[in-house]
């Protein structure tokens, strides 16, 4: 069945989305394949995501969607046995190259983990920390470089009496919060988010769908959701995956309401998944 | 299952670990008290007029003035016992020549017995040895040592078939019609008089030296030794450990390699200390030589080894611990891996490694094999820091074990074992509590 997938994808996909080639590519994936040990977890995915556009990625379960996004900043490298075939390029460069520095490559893109991982440090020195990485010293400069990045993610209010208080004491939904402002501290230029919301409840999920329709403004967001509504609401462009194989990548409203691919509908009907 | 015994069985556990709680507790009141109770002894006690002669003469402590007035009381109410002394050696003159030889001996033995107990007699020669300058300090000896003057012990052996019988006599029965038959109700009855004894408080006995090994004055050497090794075996122990417990936690590649590193790690751990100690001397004295004798440096780095085990495997068990996911995002801000050792995973793994940190202090702390033939003497002075390069020191566990069993006058000095001990289990507790606050704060400062 997934040669049949591959084979129709080959024929009908826009790989660039609706968005069209004219859109400026932040990343491309080249005939990218992922394995752990023998297993292909990302199958021959070709798809170029446009700059400062937010890219939804869905699928069911173990579809390969979370690992395709954390092939994009090499983080798939902590486990080991993993192998990577074809090229993802960044900035003109095949960013699983041997000559590629990781920790260079990390710096430029930001990520957002499932589960919010504060550091059990203060509020003031998590957003610090990434800037600290790169050099900065200056006290007024990581001032500035905290209150931007906290104001980005829209939770300056809520925290600024409390910058050297633990980060740990905060909610659930501010944690994330807190932790997208980490990830903006190092001046990305993509947002890596992967499942963001699946850990919070209603509310600071929308607060954090709200901030990522405010981000798209200035960042190439990568977000993956295993909620649908989520993805529609977002996304300006979506892909969906199966089995470790991209089926359908176009602009959000066509592929919720018109895909060109009967296993997309299935999916986003809810018979499957 | 009947719902009854489902029931008891749900409830087992509390019971039993109820009882075997209890069963510690008992225990370890059972250790503690005769220390905390007998071990108190040495600071707090009924000290006589000796005692304050010590401290005024050796130590050069206490109000001169005062103690000259009490001691001229004091040589007031002794004068009867070395006049009557006095007029019994004139009374031998005039006796017969037999007569004489028999109560020569017995005689004697009074007048050395006076000599333990009171000190040398005033006018004689002054003895070479410090213990026999003085008379006795303590208050509880003084009475032993009365009663060692009063009655005489002699062994009945006049049952074959059972063993001997150790009989006491009244040396006064000897003496009968003689001018030295009022000594030993005088004794009796003025010892008090002639002693003076007083609540003590030498809490000095921890910051003195001792004098003419141990029988007076304090155990600083032993004390500084103590920690000398135990600082110098965490210097060691502490950064090797927690290295090693990073390189195998976070860059080693698991394999053959690492498990049987892993291995090796327990088995040492599990090698007996007098097998470190012999080693500590093969290798770090005899083969590279660290020090030409014995010496705290040498000490030090043979119990840093035999700690080495428990503070690789606690810290492992503490880095491994640290949620995965502080290091994910670590590494996804663009932190090498030393970054991300150094700023997120020690920090948080720091309460657990404390702790093993802890355990292993207590344990440097009393180790005494491995000190036996790498660091300790039995008598000694209180080295300066640069001294420990070369020196060997007194530490609390070996010297107690040689004051209990090899000391020439072990009666006579148990306030100084029980002390020793009562000191080394409260260095040990002070060391752990410390490090648990320490542990505490960091834990708090961790979880907000």
Redesign the interface.
């Known amino acids: 069945m997934t040669e049949e997938i591959t084979m129709k994808k080959i024929d009908t996909f826009a790989e660039y989305g609706e968005a069209g080639p004219a859109a400026e590519t932040q990343v491309e994936a080249r005939d990218f394949s992922l394995f752990y040990g023998d297993f292909e977890a990302v199958r021959k995915v070709s798809l170029k995501i446009p700059k400062k556009k937010v890219t939804a990625m869905i699928g069911p379960s173990g579809c390969g969607k979370s690992t395709l996004l954390r092939s994009i900043n090499r983080m798939n490298d902590l486990i080991p046995s993993t192998r990577a075939a074809g090229e993802m390029i960044f900035d003109g460069h095949n960013i699983y190259d041997r000559n590629i520095d990781v920790v260079t490559l990390r710096a430029r893109v930001g990520m957002v983990f499932q589960k919010p991982n504060v550091f059990p440090k203060t509020i003031f020195d998590n957003v610090a920390y990434g800037p600290r990485l790169q050099g900065v010293k200056n006290r007024q400069e990581l001032n500035e470089v905290v209150e931007r990045s906290l104001r980005q993610a829209a939770i300056w209010d809520e925290v600024k009496d409390r910058l050297s208080a633990n980060a740990l004491g905060m909610s659930g939904g501010q944690q994330q919060r807190l932790c997208i402002a980490r990830a903006l501290a190092i001046k990305p230029e993509i947002l890596l988010m992967d499942e963001p919301t699946s850990a919070l409840d209603p509310k600071a999920t929308a607060k954090i769908e709200d901030l990522v329709g405010e981000l798209r403004k200035n960042y190439t967001i990568v977000i993956v959701t295993h909620n649908m509504q989520q993805a529609a609401r977002v996304s300006d462009l979506t892909a969906f995956m199966y089995e470790g194989v991209l089926v359908e990548f176009g602009k959000t409203r066509q592929l919720f309401t018109n895909p060109e691919n009967p296993q997309t509908e299935n999916y986003i009907t809810g018979r499957f998944g | 299952m009947r719902l009854e015994t489902r029931k008891l069985l749900d409830k087992a556990f509390s019971g039993l670990g109820l009882i075997a709680i209890a069963v510690m507790a008992v225990a370890l009141l059972l250790i503690l008290a005769p220390i905390i109770w007998r071990g108190s002894k040495a600071f707090v006690f009924k000290g006589t007029i000796e005692h304050r002669r010590v401290m005024l003469e050796q130590f050069g402590r206490g109000n001169a003035e005062k103690y000259r007035a009490e001691a001229a009381e004091v040589a007031a109410a002794r004068a009867p016992v070395y006049q009557m002394l006095n007029d019994f050696e004139s009374e031998m003159k005039g006796m017969e020549r037999s007569e004489r030889r028999a109560y020569k001996k017995p005689f004697r033995e009074v007048e050395k017995g006076i000599k333990v107990l009171l000190g040398p007699i005033p006018g004689e020669r002054m003895p070479v040895l410090l213990r026999q300058q003085y008379g006795q300090t303590r208050w509880d000896r003084t009475l032993v040592k009365l009663h060692e003057v009063l009655y005489s012990e002699e062994w009945d052996y006049s049952n074959p078939e059972a063993m001997g019988v150790l009989v006491e006599k009244p040396r006064i029965d000897l003496f009968k019609g003689t001018k030295l038959e009022p000594l030993f109700p005088y004794l009796e009855d003025h010892i008090e008089e002639m002693m003076r004894p007083k609540q003590t408080f030498y809490w000095q006995f921890i910051t003195d030296t001792s004098k003419d090994s141990h029988i007076f004055g304090g155990i600083w050497p032993e004390v500084l030794g103590t920690l000398y090794l135990t600082l110098g075996a965490m210097l060691f122990a502490i950064p090797m450990g927690v290295v090693a417990a990073i390189y195998l936690c976070e860059y080693a590649?698991?394999g053959r390699v690492v498990s049987f590193l892993r291995i090796c790690i327990s088995t040492l751990a599990g090698v007996p200390s007098i097998v470190f100690g012999l080693f500590g001397l093969a290798f770090f004295l005899n083969t590279i030589h660290v020090s030409d004798s014995k010496s705290v440096l040498a000490g030090s780095l043979t119990l840093s080894l035999l700690i080495l085990p428990t503070i690789i495997r606690s810290s492992e068990e503490a880095i491994l611990a640290v949620?995965r996911?502080?290091?994910?995002?670590?590494?996804?801000?663009?932190?090498?891996r030393w970054?991300t050792i150094m700023?997120?995973i020690l920090?948080?793994s720091l309460p657990g490694i404390l702790t093993g940190i802890v355990i292993s202090m207590g344990r440097a702390a009393g180790e005494t094999a491995p000190i036996i033939f790498t660091a300790a003497v039995s008598v000694g002075a209180p080295l300066k820091i640069w001294e420990t390069l070369s020196q060997p020191t007194p530490a609390l566990p070996w010297n107690i074990y040689n004051l209990c069993t090899e000391h020439e006058a072990v009666d006579e000095i148990r306030h100084v074992q029980y002390g020793m001990v009562f000191t080394l289990v409260a260095i040990v507790l002070l060391l752990n509590l410390a490090a648990i606050l320490m542990r505490a704060r960091i834990s708090k400062?961790?979880?907000?």
């Open positions: 590649k698991e949620p996911t502080y290091k994910e995002a670590a590494l996804g801000l663009g932190a090498g970054h700023s997120v920090p948080a400062k961790l979880r907000g």
